[in-house]
Structure formats: C-alpha cells, structure tokens
C-alpha cells in the first residue's frame, strides 16, 4: 500500500518536482532565466529538504536543472534588492542557515546533477549532495567576491571539507572558474560524465542507493554529515560577513553586479 505523500508539488514555483520510484526529482525551473532565482522562491530548497525528510514515499532525491544550465544563483535584481532592504537580507540570512541545516539534517541520499553553468545558491545546493555527478562541458564558480560579496551560502563550510583549505582560499578568495575535470580532480564532485548524460547517470546512483539497506545508508550519512559541524563557526562567521558586505558595501555589489550583467569585466578578473 502507498503510505501518505507529504511532498506536494503544487507548493512549488520555482522547483518542479516529481517522485518516481520512491526518487524525488527535483528541477529548478526557470530555464530562460538559467535557473536564476529571487526572494520569493530561495525559500523552497530548505522546504523542499525538509518534505524529503517527511515523505515515507521518497527514499533518495535527484537535482538537476532544466534546460542548459544548472543554476547561476540569485538574479541580477534580487542582489540590487539585497543591497537596499535590511529586512530582506535578514531573511535571506536566516533563510540560508536553515537551508544548511536542512541538508545536514537530511539523511536521505542526494545525487546532483550538474549541467551547464552552476554558481551562487544553486551551486552550494549542489556541492552539498552526496554525490555529484558533473557533464564534461559544465563550469562551477563561487563567484561571490566578484560581486564584492564576502563568500556565503555555505561555501566556507563546504570547500575546505571537500577540495582543502589552501584550494578553498584559491577558489572563494578569486572567484575563478573551475572546469568539471578540475572539479573531480580537487574533490568538489564525484564524477564527470558525457554532455546531456548526467541526469541519466545521477537516476542510475539513486536507483543503487534506494536498492541498499536504508537504515545503514542513513546512519551512515548522518554520521558523515557530523562534519560539517566542524565548520559550524566558520559558516556562521561567513554568512554574517556576506549580510555585512551587502549592507555596508552595497553601492560595491551594485556596480559589480551591472558590470557582470552587462558583460563587463571586474577589477582584478577577465570574468566577463
């Protein structure tokens, strides 16, 4: 018998999502805008955890983003916003604690799927999977210093664990592009397949997942995710840096950002 769904799709906008299988497929839904989101839709990544973690029907999650591109994070207008709104950033900064807590709470395995260019929230979303598979022609960069924006969204947390501390600074302290072979190569994803194959591929490691013993799957998860814990400060201390940056160096951020938007470059980067 169906046990009762706790996930409705119809509480999304922004994320379009569908179980199969007892495989939640998560999509970020806003392909004409390369999967950009704003204010009013940021807050469903953590709902969408928490339903995940609720739902007896759902035993793994996939993400991946429709159309050519994974995700490039918040819109152009959402950082303008950000920059003006004290209320709105306080938000947003409570937002992206309770979305990092959502993954490390979750125990339920995670494959991402990465197509595409992937940055901003999107990307942390991402790199916090429990495996990530990455096309060969896709791109990743934590671009907040580009936007004059102190690192958030849980890169501080994230990058040491994964990639080390000395690759951590190289990458969070320039903002560069990182290639999906250099990506594997520095330990930020799990692996590189084919262009156009990595939904495909990522539903394959959901399948294996669902297939194995859940509750040792979980406890195993739950126990690895105690990691993250040990950044637990530095996170904190990052978020309140990137709230600081957006408020006190908001006029930083606009001129940054309307460069980028108009494909200009920045001071001290050819990232158009």
């Not at 995700?71 to 306080?90: C, F, N, P, R, Y």
């Not at 990506?183 to 297939?211: C, D, H, K, W, Y």
């Not at 996170?235 to 006029?251: C, K, R």
Request: hydrophobic share 45%; aromatic share 6%.
């Amino acid at each position: 018998m169906t046990r009762r769904m706790v996930i409705d799709p119809g509480n999304y906008s922004f994320l379009k999502i569908d179980v199969r299988d007892s495989i939640a497929y998560i999509t970020m839904n806003r392909p004409e805008r390369a999967n950009a989101c704003d204010d009013a839709r940021h807050g469903e990544f953590k709902a969408i955890l928490r339903d995940i973690a609720a739902d007896p029907n759902v035993s793994a999650a996939v993400l991946h983003g429709a159309g050519n591109n994974f995700s490039v994070g918040a819109t152009w207008d959402w950082i303008t916003e950000l920059t003006q709104d004290t209320k709105m950033l306080l938000e947003l900064q409570e937002q992206v604690r309770e979305l990092v807590r959502a993954h490390i709470d979750l125990d339920k395995p995670v494959v991402a799927a990465v197509n595409g260019v992937a940055t901003g929230s999107g990307l942390m979303f991402a790199l916090m999977s429990d495996w990530i598979v990455m096309e060969e022609n896709s791109r990743l960069a934590d671009g907040h210093i580009r936007i004059a924006l102190a690192a958030g969204d849980g890169g501080v947390l994230i990058w040491p664990l994964a990639a080390g501390l000395t690759r951590a600074k190289r990458y969070l302290m320039t903002g560069d592009w990182i290639d999906a072979h250099e990506a594997e190569r520095i330990g930020l994803v799990t692996e590189v397949v084919p262009a156009g194959t990595s939904l495909e591929r990522a539903t394959e490691i959901a399948n294996r997942f669902r297939q194995m013993p859940a509750m040792a799957v979980r406890a195993t998860k739950r126990a690895l995710n105690q990691w993250y814990l040990t950044g637990a400060a530095s996170f904190d201390y990052s978020v309140a840096s990137e709230v600081q940056t957006f408020s006190i160096g908001g006029a930083d951020v606009r001129a940054n950002s309307q460069s980028l938007r108009e494909g200009r470059t920045v001071p001290g980067s050819d990232w158009g």
